[in-house]
């Protein structure tokens, strides 16, 4: 073995001395392997921390997925929330819009009220002293019941029956009547705010022979009487014309039966009535 030694060295020498590459060339090659090796080792170690920081990233990635994911869930209610909201406020201004406007109406009708209140006021006043008046004036007639005066609502009404003014079946007043009617205007005319209408009304029974060529029914006699009484009122009792009407209502607007003379005398009747100039 020991004898072998020296061979072998000898050998390798020559084999070094008469190779291709050098022994300063086979150290830097060597030196430069390693040098690769520890650069594939470092570059394993930097890939191994990027592939670490790699599944970190992605879990990161994932985490702020669904965080966005949540984030949209939340912002899509936030918007429906949104729209919602937007919708119920237009929903409460057109509300507001009509309370105002309701509150406004409200306004004007208790002002309208008050006004009311305050006319009907002066009409309640202004009967009253027009019924104080009429029943002063005419008291006597009052108590032997010919002339009845009736207050309602916001109008007086004078009922006369048709004795007191006229003859039976005929449309020309008499001297009572007339001088009834003079004391009947004296105590009305100054009311200035009041309207007249004058309602002539019959009982049921048929005109008269003798006077239906004149009037062919009670239609014709109740207008008329009703006329006459308005001219009168005009004429002599200087009672203002754009304030009175004359209506005629024949016997179809009954206060009592017509089946009794009592009924029918009631039914023959004049109603003056008063009330407020509209």
């Known amino acids: 073995m020991h004898r072998k030694l020296p061979l072998i060295l000898s050998c390798w020498v020559l084999f070094v001395s008469t190779g291709c590459v050098s022994i300063n060339e086979y150290m830097e090659a060597e030196s430069q392997l390693k040098k690769c090796n520890n650069q594939l080792a470092q570059t394993d170690e930097n890939l191994k921390t990027m592939q670490a920081e790699l599944l970190r990233s992605e879990e990161r990635v ?36 009509q309370l105002v406007q309701n509150n406004e109406k409200l306004q004007r009708d208790v002002q309208k009220q008050k006004s009311v209140l305050v006319l009907q006021e002066k009409v309640i006043q202004l009967l009253d002293d027009t019924k104080k008046t009429i ?3 005419l008291k006597d007639q009052i108590a032997a019941k010919d002339i009845e005066v009736v207050e309602s609502n916001d109008q007086l009404k004078m009922v006369l029956v048709d004795t007191i003014l006229f003859e039976s079946g005929s449309t020309k007043l008499s001297e ?38 004149k009037f062919p029914s009670n239609w014709e006699l109740s207008a008329v009487r009703a006329s006459a009484v308005v001219r009168f009122l005009e004429l002599q009792g ?12 024949s016997y179809y607007h009954p206060v009592a039966s017509n089946q009794t003379e009592q009924g029918r005398r009631q039914n023959r009747r004049i109603e003056i009535i008063l009330s407020p100039q509209k």
């Open 62 to 97: 994932k985490i702020l997925e669904a965080r966005l994911k949540t984030s949209e869930e939340i912002g899509t209610k936030f918007y429906n929330d949104l729209s919602d909201l937007q919708t119920q406020n237009v929903h409460l201004e057109k509300l507001n819009k």
């Open 135 to 137: 029943e002063s004036s």
């Open 176 to 213: 009572e009547g007339k001088a009834l009617l003079s004391v009947i205007a004296k105590s009305i005319k100054d009311y200035k705010n009041q309207r007249i209408v004058v309602e002539g009304h019959t009982d049921n029974k048929p005109i008269k022979s003798r006077l239906k060529n």
């Open 238 to 249: 200087m009672v203002d014309p754009q304030r009175l009407s004359a209506q005629g209502y």
